[in-house]
């Protein structure tokens, strides 16, 4: 069963535009919630990362937003790039516990 | 310098066979990882090593076999191989276990067909 469920699993996007993905969770002891990154031929990489205790965090032109009561975060891509085109996963985790990711959206920007 | 490094890259063999992908990191991490990534893109994980103990094992057929000779190795043999073993095997290491502290870092992968 899987503990973290993202959408869309796949999205198209025009250049310039937002590109946002959705996860869901169930499990209430999760308070790490990261997003990984992977392009074709390559393995995940870490992009973006947040703690329960905040709402929002950016890095440049990702940003995830948290909604604790909702047990749902999101990652938005601002003004998507061709180079950002890949697949994205949201993950979660307990501090001492295992990753769980989500199913992956794969993510497509036009020039 | 790669920060983790499995080979071989691609791996193509016949049902029945047995086949071994090997695993190293020279990030000085404590924590060594093995996922399956299946054709929809599903990461799933399938053991944990924790300085060459092992700490998570999924439900995985025993025919798969992790091996750690030391902390920066993490080895994974497979026997007689099925056709539902075919997927993208990542290898992926971690400071230690907590996963707030320490990213995961994924190998390149390893492209495993069987026919």
């Known amino acids: 069963q899987q503990q973290v469920k993202q959408s869309p699993q796949s999205l198209i996007v025009q250049k310039g535009g937002i590109s946002i993905i959705n996860c869901a969770y169930e499990n209430t002891a999760f308070d790490y919630f990261p997003w990984y990154q992977q392009f074709p031929g390559k393995g995940p990489a870490l992009l973006i990362a947040i703690r329960p205790d905040v709402s929002e965090k950016k890095e440049g032109r990702f940003t995830i937003s948290f909604n604790k009561s909702a047990k749902q975060f999101s990652l938005h891509i601002m003004d998507s790039q061709p180079g950002d085109s890949a697949t994205y996963f949201c993950a979660a985790s307990k501090s001492w516990g295992k990753l769980q990711f989500g199913a992956g959206t794969q993510v497509v920007v036009t020039p | 310098d790669t920060a983790v490094s499995q080979t071989p890259k691609y791996l193509v063999t016949q049902m029945g066979n047995d086949k071994s992908i090997k695993c190293e990191q020279n990030?000085?991490?404590?924590?060594m990882y093995w996922y399956k990534q299946d054709s929809k893109k599903f990461l799933k994980i399938m053991f944990s090593?924790?300085?060459?103990?092992?700490?998570i094992n999924e439900t995985v057929p025993n025919r798969f076999s992790p091996k750690s000779p030391d902390k920066a190795h993490l080895n994974l043999h497979i026997n007689s191989l099925e056709l539902g073993d075919s997927a993208v095997y990542f290898c992926?290491?971690?400071?230690?276990?907590?996963?707030?502290?320490?990213?995961?870092?994924f190998g390149n992968g390893t492209r495993l067909t069987v026919t």
């Open positions: 090593y924790n300085n060459k103990e092992l700490i």
């Open positions: 990030l000085g991490h404590d924590t």
């Open positions: 992926a290491s971690s400071q230690d276990e907590t996963a707030v502290n320490s990213p995961l870092h």
